[in-house]
């Protein structure tokens, strides 16, 4: 065995010190330089260097998202943009639809999709009894009730409910009325001798096809332009001139194929 070394004794270093009397000194990364001589601490290859992306102020356009109201989809407008309506509110809030039964299912059915319940108080209970049926998979999230037989329902905020009054030309006041997170949507074949103080009333009006006759008295009512109250003679079947205190929009409801399964072909009168 070598002078100086012994069995079981570690060796020193060339100051003397022993290899193992203690921790090592932390190593220190290298420093390597960067471009332009930088110093760059750590170790690796440089990655990759890209030009920044970038684009025109005019071509931001582009770039947007059709985003829109959260609600219920009732249709798409004359662009073909999707036309929504936010029917669950922390508000009242009443609608007058004077138009066909089909119309009102469909935005019925679409408002049970979005996590509401829909209570529908109507003379003819056959007419929507399929649908009832057909409704939630099962759960009751359509129910039927007799005029004027509508119980209190609860609403809240985590269960909305959407009430339609089916009631024929002349409904009588109802017992349920819009409140927090409870819309109403009363149904009107015609222009009834009730209708002016209903649409007065809603905070949004559907028109669908009506008599000349009655859409000038519409006109009249909503202020429409003259070429709103001609068209509204000569709608096609599934359109609906909704109006708010503000706004005109023409909406076209396309049925989905689970719709038209149940509820047929779109149509005014019923």
């Known amino acids: 065995m070598p002078a100086g070394v012994s069995a079981g004794v570690p060796s020193t270093g060339p100051l003397g010190a022993s290899r193992s009397a203690g921790p090592s000194p932390a190593r220190t990364a290298p420093v390597r330089s960067g471009r332009g001589g930088r ?26 998202l059709p985003v829109g109201d959260d609600g219920t989809v009732i249709g798409v407008d004359a662009e073909g943009r999707p036309a929504v309506l936010g029917i669950n509110r922390p508000t009242a809030y009443d609608i007058t639809l004077i138009g066909g039964l089909w119309t009102a299912q469909v935005l019925a059915l679409r408002a049970a999709a979005t996590g509401a319940r829909v209570t529908v108080e109507t003379g003819r209970g056959p007419a929507w009894t399929s649908l009832a049926q057909a409704a939630g998979g099962g759960q009751p999230c359509i129910t039927l009730h007799d005029v004027g037989r509508v119980p209190p329902q609860g609403a809240s905020a985590g269960s909305p409910v959407v009430v339609v009054r089916d009631c024929g030309m002349r409904p009588p006041r109802g017992r349920v009325v819009s409140g927090p997170w409870q819309s109403v949507v009363t149904l009107l074949p015609y222009l009834s001798p009730v209708a002016p103080r209903l649409m007065e009333k809603s905070a949004l009006v559907g028109i669908q096809r009506v008599s000349p006759d009655e859409a000038a008295q519409v006109g009249r009512i909503m202020n429409l332009s003259g070429a709103e109250t001609e068209a509204l003679s000569t709608l096609a079947d599934g359109v609906t001139l909704w109006c708010t205190a503000s706004d005109r929009q023409f909406v076209m409801t396309q049925a989905t194929d689970a719709e038209t399964g149940l509820l047929g072909a779109a149509r005014r009168m019923d």
Not at 39 to 53: M, N
């Open 39 to 64: 110093p760059r601490i750590g170790f690796g290859l440089i990655g990759p260097r890209r030009d920044r992306h970038a684009v025109a102020v005019e071509q931001l356009d582009a770039l947007a």
